[in-house]
Structure formats: structure tokens, C-alpha cells
């Protein structure tokens, strides 16, 4: 087990204030992934405070996605799956009101960073994954549902090819977002379906290819076309986004 070496806290410090000490030490390295937290009697000797204190702080790390249960009562050390972190993230941004066109500008920058990426990194079930997801796209055409969770996994399949999580991370987010700004585009405008096909089907043969440039040019062709779908189907690009927490998870 390690040793923490925390120092005691004030006497009534709160749950927070113990949270924090604890992050501290998991942040810092002194705690790692698949350690086991002290039980909570040697916490609060190590923190000075009570046990109920310490007992809400864990409650709270639990909650973040810092600390799960293992063999019925101890707690091990792990970190929030990247789903956990994309959907904080989209709610904050749901909840702060942000743009189409702020959502869209972001994705305008990374989609193409990562398909340029994607054609020297991604590695070979990746591939097969987005092979299978444009062979499901051009099946699934009329499904306006499926149509949608196809498009949001071919990009997280794409941000997934660079092998980059700082951009894995970033990326999500942005994916799960457009989700709502997009569930009732192909009603409006049914021939974005087939432009949406036509555009991944030549990002994935540039992937395949190796062909990094023309990857990110039809990326960026893609995402272009993308806002002009948005207006041709008379959506306001500098209205909110009203994001649905029924958004496919993936």
C-alpha cells in the first residue's frame, strides 16, 4: 500500500477539502491506477478528521470517476472512461448554450488534423471498424436514427486512428454535440444523406491509401459541406444547440 505522507487537515475541513488532499496524491503519482485506497479508518487518522468527513470526500471521488469499488468494500484508484469525460463535457457545453457554428468551427480545425493523422497511424481494426461503419451507412440510408450514430462513430473511429488521446479527448465532445444539431437535418434536406456516404467513402479510401493530404482535404470538404447542409436546411448556425441527452453513446 503506499504511503500517502498526507498531512493533517483542519479539524472541520469538509468533503471537499478531503477530496482534494486525495486527488492531490493521484495527480501527483503517490497514488496509481489500480492502487488501493487506505480503508477509511486509516484516512481519517492520516487527515485528522472525521469519519463521516472522509466518507462523503470518497463519495465524491467515486462520483468523478477517480475511485470505483473492488471486492465488495475496498476502493481502487482508476481514471473516468473517455465516454464519462466526453458526456461531462457535452453537458457543460449543452448547458452554456454553445453554437452550431462555435461546435462546427472547432470540428472544422480537429476533423482534418485527425484524418491527416489517421492515414499513418491508424492501425489495422481500426481500419477494418470504418470500412464496416461506411458499409453500414450505405445500407442504412433511410434510417435517419442510424444514419446519425453512423456518422458520430465514424468520427470518433477517426479520432480514435491517431492514436492521440489529448485529441481523442477533445474530439468526442464535438462528435456527441452534433448530434443534436443534426437529428433532423436529413428530414429536411434528404439528399445530405448521399453526400455524407459519398464523403466517407473517400476519407476512409484516403486512410486506407496512406494518403495523408488527400484524407485531410475531404475531411475539410466534408465538414464544409456539412454547414452548408445546416443552412440550406434553414438552421440559424449562431442559434444554440439544444443538446439531447438521449444522443447515442458511442
Given at each position: 500500500m503506499?504511503?500517502?505522507?498526507?498531512s493533517?487537515?483542519?479539524?472541520?475541513?469538509?468533503y471537499?477539502?478531503?477530496?482534494?488532499?486525495?486527488?492531490?496524491?493521484?495527480?501527483?503519482g503517490?497514488l496509481?491506477?489500480g492502487?488501493?485506497?487506505?480503508?477509511?479508518q486509516?484516512?481519517?487518522?492520516?487527515l485528522?478528521v472525521?469519519r463521516?468527513t472522509?466518507?462523503?470526500?470518497?463519495?465524491?471521488?467515486?462520483?468523478?470517476g477517480l475511485?470505483?469499488?473492488?471486492?465488495?468494500?475496498?476502493?481502487?484508484?482508476?481514471?473516468?472512461?473517455?465516454?464519462?469525460?466526453?458526456?461531462t463535457?457535452?453537458?457543460?457545453?449543452?448547458?452554456?448554450?454553445?453554437?452550431?457554428?462555435?461546435?462546427?468551427?472547432t470540428?472544422?480545425?480537429?476533423?482534418?488534423?485527425?484524418?491527416?493523422?489517421?492515414?499513418?497511424?491508424?492501425?489495422g481494426?481500426?481500419r477494418?471498424?470504418?470500412?464496416?461503419?461506411?458499409?453500414?451507412?450505405?445500407?442504412?440510408?433511410?434510417d435517419d436514427?442510424?444514419?446519425?450514430?453512423?456518422?458520430?462513430?465514424?468520427h470518433?473511429?477517426?479520432?480514435?486512428a491517431?492514436?492521440n488521446?489529448?485529441?481523442i479527448t477533445?474530439?468526442?465532445?464535438?462528435?456527441i454535440?452534433?448530434?443534436?444539431?443534426?437529428k433532423?437535418?436529413?428530414e429536411?434536406?434528404?439528399?445530405?444523406?448521399?453526400?455524407?456516404?459519398?464523403?466517407?467513402q473517400?476519407?476512409?479510401d484516403?486512410?486506407?491509401?496512406e494518403?495523408?493530404p488527400?484524407?485531410?482535404d475531404w475531411?475539410?470538404?466534408?465538414?464544409?459541406?456539412?454547414?452548408?447542409?445546416?443552412?440550406?436546411?434553414?438552421?440559424?448556425?449562431?442559434?444554440?444547440?439544444?443538446?439531447?441527452?438521449?444522443?447515442p453513446?458511442?
Amino acid at each position: 500500500m503506499a504511503d500517502l505522507r498526507l498531512s493533517p487537515i483542519d479539524s472541520a475541513p469538509g468533503y471537499k477539502r478531503v477530496a482534494h488532499a486525495i486527488e492531490q496524491q493521484i495527480l501527483q503519482g503517490r497514488l496509481a491506477l489500480g492502487d488501493l485506497l487506505p480503508t477509511e479508518q486509516q484516512l481519517t487518522e492520516q487527515l485528522g478528521v472525521h469519519r463521516s468527513t472522509v466518507r462523503e470526500g470518497i463519495r465524491s471521488l467515486e462520483n468523478a470517476g477517480l475511485l470505483k469499488r473492488v471486492g465488495g468494500k475496498r476502493l481502487m484508484i482508476c481514471s473516468p472512461s473517455g465516454l464519462e469525460i466526453a458526456w461531462t463535457t457535452t453537458r457543460a457545453l449543452g448547458m452554456n448554450r454553445v453554437s452550431f457554428l462555435e461546435v462546427w468551427e472547432t470540428q472544422m480545425h480537429l476533423d482534418p488534423f485527425a484524418a491527416g493523422l489517421a492515414a499513418h497511424r491508424a492501425p489495422g481494426d481500426i481500419r477494418k471498424a470504418l470500412r464496416d461503419n461506411v458499409e453500414a451507412t450505405r445500407t442504412g440510408l433511410s434510417d435517419d436514427s442510424a444514419l446519425i450514430e453512423l456518422d458520430v462513430a465514424f468520427h470518433r473511429l477517426i479520432a480514435e486512428a491517431t492514436l492521440n488521446r489529448a485529441l481523442i479527448t477533445a474530439a468526442r465532445p464535438v462528435s456527441i454535440l452534433l448530434f443534436s444539431a443534426t437529428k433532423d437535418l436529413y428530414e429536411r434536406l434528404p439528399q445530405a444523406r448521399h453526400r455524407l456516404l459519398f464523403a466517407h467513402q473517400q476519407i476512409y479510401d484516403a486512410i486506407f491509401n496512406e494518403d495523408a493530404p488527400r484524407a485531410r482535404d475531404w475531411m475539410g470538404k466534408h465538414i464544409r459541406d456539412f454547414r452548408t447542409g445546416y443552412q440550406l436546411a434553414g438552421f440559424d448556425t449562431h442559434a444554440p444547440i439544444n443538446f439531447d441527452p438521449l444522443a447515442p453513446k458511442v
